[in-house]
């Protein structure tokens, strides 16, 4: 009888450990699904904010995406019903952050009133080149030579998509690679808030202090939307920006992060496919290759990552 129940424990916990490796992988997926998610609306938002451009200033642009990301979540959750989201321990911080995060999608939408999808994005790639670069001064994490390789080479992909000199792409290039650096600060900012503030009280202050930065300037831009699509875009624009951050922390809940970063550099396909069937733009060679070698250089940082996090657990 001992070793019949010996033998029912170790059945029971095999089953148990094959139950949360099925619940683990599950998670995985799921959280893949809602990163695809995520960047299918990063992808939409683009060529809403492109084709908005068309028709109104940029910072009207920019505005309508701010707004309406901070109004659809505050219908759900704010300071009212939930106190605690004012609270920060770091109001100077969240502010800075707020404002680097603004001016990425300044930078960004900007250069996208000139540029195609596909390079837009295919330079904005660029932004864990300046992560990587960033996080030795800033956060003490120092990189060594192999991925400082990384970046080099990825650089090379940038300055290919760019080819300064030639006159072949519009000078507004240079604002993407503002908004990949603007976006590497936030992005280092985030991680220091993470230590003392929640990511609601953090998603809040982002989308207001957006909102609220460009209300003086809008009376000196604004243009009257009259045609319903353009109205129904400019909503669109808020709740493609908030529905696709939400996916984001709801992605990073239930898979880490190593295994959700290759996923972003999907997008590539989706705005591709958009910057065709909308604006009948192709991409040239020239953009493929570099957004190629962006891509690689990003993967190989991504390995890196998690050969050191690996090495790291085990000591």
Known sequence: MPYGGASYLSNASSSTMQDQLVQAH???????????????CFALLDATAK?????????????????????????????WTRPELLITHRLGLQMGRSVLLLASTLCNFAALRYLQLDQVLALS??????????????????????????????????????RPGTGSIHPAAVLSLCAA????????????????????????YSNIVGALALVPVLPFVWTTP???????????????GAFGHYLLIAAHRLAPAAVLSP????????????????????????????????????LYMLHRERLRRRSSSRS
């Open 26 to 40: 599950t998670q995985r997926l799921t959280g893949i699904a809602l990163m695809c998610g995520a960047v299918t």
């Open 51 to 79: 084709f908005l451009n068309l028709h109104m200033n940029t910072l009207e642009v920019v505005w309508a995406r701010y707004t309406g990301a901070f109004v659809f979540p505050f219908m759900l959750s704010n300071p």
């Open 125 to 162: 790639f660029s932004t864990p080149f300046f992560v990587a670069a960033l996080s030795g001064p800033i956060l003490g994490e120092w990189v060594r030579w192999r991925r400082w390789t990384a970046i080099s080479v990825g650089f090379l992909g940038v300055l290919l998509v760019i």
């Open 181 to 204: 650096l603007c976006y590497a600060l936030y992005a280092i900012t985030t991680r220091i808030l993470a230590r003392t503030d929640s990511n609601e009280t953090t998603f809040f």
């Open 226 to 240: 009259h045609d319903p699509l353009i109205i129904g875009l400019m909503f669109a624009a808020g709740a493609l």
């Open 263 to 298: 996923f972003i550099y999907t997008e590539i396909v989706l705005v591709t496919i958009l910057g065709f069937v909308v604006f009948g733009d192709l991409p040239t060679r020239w953009t493929l290759a570099g957004a190629s070698i962006v891509i690689v250089s990003g």
